[in-house]
Structures are given as C-alpha cells and as structure tokens.
C-alpha cells in the first residue's frame, strides 16, 4: 500500500468511447504526475500536476485530457482513443516536484483499446 | 540510444545469490532513482540517492557521479525479490525523470 490509489485497475474502451481514469493520494502531497508505460518501453511522463496547476504536459495528444480539482485527486479522460493507446497508466505523487520529489506510485490502470 | 541504459535486460538467479543490476546514463542528473515494479504493475520506490550509497535491508544501491553510473545489488536474493528493477534519473533543474527499460529479475528457489 503506497498510498496512491488508481481506479479502475483494468478498462477496456472502444475507440469511440469516452472514459476516466482516477487517481486518489492519501500522503499530503503536492505534486501528482500521469506516466504511461507501453509494452517494451520504458516508462514516459505525460502529465505534471504542482499545487493543482498544470506544469508539465509531455507533448500528449488532446486526446488525453487531465483534470486536477485538488492536490488529492488527479483524473485522465480519455476519448476518441487508438490500438496504440493501450498501455499501463500509472500515477504517481510527491511532496513537490524538482530534485528532492520522492515518487510514490499507485498500481496503475491497464487500458486496451479495441 | 535512451539516455539510461540497464544492464542485463534480464537475469535469472538462484535463491541465495548476490545480484547486482546495473544503470549507466549520459546527461547531468541531480538525483538518481531505483524503482521496483512486479507483475500486477504497481511501482514502488527503492532509493532516491544524489552521491554515494544506500543501504535498506538487503539492497545497497551505489552511484559514482563522475562516471554516470549506479548500481543496485541484492544481497541473500529471494524468489519475492523477482520483479522488474529500473533506474531512472532526473537531470539537473528539470521536472522530468527518464526512466532506462528496466531489468527483469526472477529468483528460483
């Protein structure tokens, strides 16, 4: 239990379909990132959240669409997703983004896109 | 090439065995991270170290600044140690860390 919950664990979504993954820190914590973990790669940040403000989007498609409402909860809507979307999102937390942001990470969310 | 790079890809080891993984990178870091993700998926974190050595239980992470490199080892390896260990680095003054392609672990009893 690292203290990063991530719902749902697994999704599978059509390529029309629009749907949310979620992500809950019970840590205090300040900064919440979205990282996507592809089959045989290595893992990519997409998103950095700081204090509830966007500070870093990774040259994600805006077909990823994140929403931070506060420092606990951090969401990515997904809509009108490819085959190649399909991947493993993970989230992640720290006390604050920059060198000394311990990461703590949640189980991830596998999505398949048919 | 990515700027991490780990070595071996993968090892198999027997229960008992001292294992050592390795993690080069090519850019200025300020700080250096080793991760352990299992089957499931989750990611827990290992160490954060900027300089020298860290010890938890039976792993020591090492890293030598000079020569870009790090190493995890495991002492006394057991089969609950198989998992998935990667090394990511951040470099200097950026939010960023980038992560090597991780090396899979499988400890035989």
């Known amino acids: 239990e690292t203290g990063v919950t991530q719902t749902p664990r697994h999704l599978v979504m059509g390529m029309t379909n629009k749907k949310s993954l979620k992500c809950e820190q019970h840590?205090?914590?300040?900064?919440m990132y979205w990282y996507k973990q592809s089959a045989k790669k290595p893992l990519e940040l997409m998103f950095v959240y700081n204090f509830k403000e966007q500070t870093e989007n990774n040259s994600v498609p805006s077909r990823f669409s994140p929403e931070c409402p506060n420092s606990s909860h951090l969401f990515l809507h997904l809509h009108t997703l490819q085959p190649e979307d399909s991947a493993l999102y993970l989230c992640?937390?720290?006390?604050?983004?920059?060198?000394?942001?311990?990461?703590?990470f949640g189980e991830g969310s596998r999505l398949t896109v048919l | 090439k990515n700027e991490v790079e780990q070595s071996p890809q993968n090892l198999t080891a027997q229960e008992g065995e001292f294992i050592t993984i390795n993690c080069s990178y090519s850019?200025?870091?300020?700080?250096l991270h080793w991760l352990q993700q299992h089957p499931g998926g989750g990611i827990v974190s290992l160490f954060m170290?900027?300089?020298g050595k860290k010890k938890h239980g039976r792993l020591i992470a090492t890293i030598n600044i000079q020569e870009k490199h790090s190493s995890l080892h495991i002492t006394a390896s057991h089969p609950r140690d198989s998992a998935v260990y990667i090394c990511?680095?951040?470099?200097?003054?950026?939010?960023?860390?980038?992560f090597g392609k991780g090396t899979k672990l499988t400890v035989n009893p």
């Open positions: 990511a680095v951040r470099q200097g003054g950026s939010e960023k860390l980038v």
């Open positions: 992640a937390s720290s006390q604050r983004t920059g060198n000394t942001g311990e990461l703590f």
């Open positions: 170290l900027s300089s």
């Open positions: 850019v200025g870091i300020s700080a």
């Open positions: 840590l205090g914590h300040n900064a």
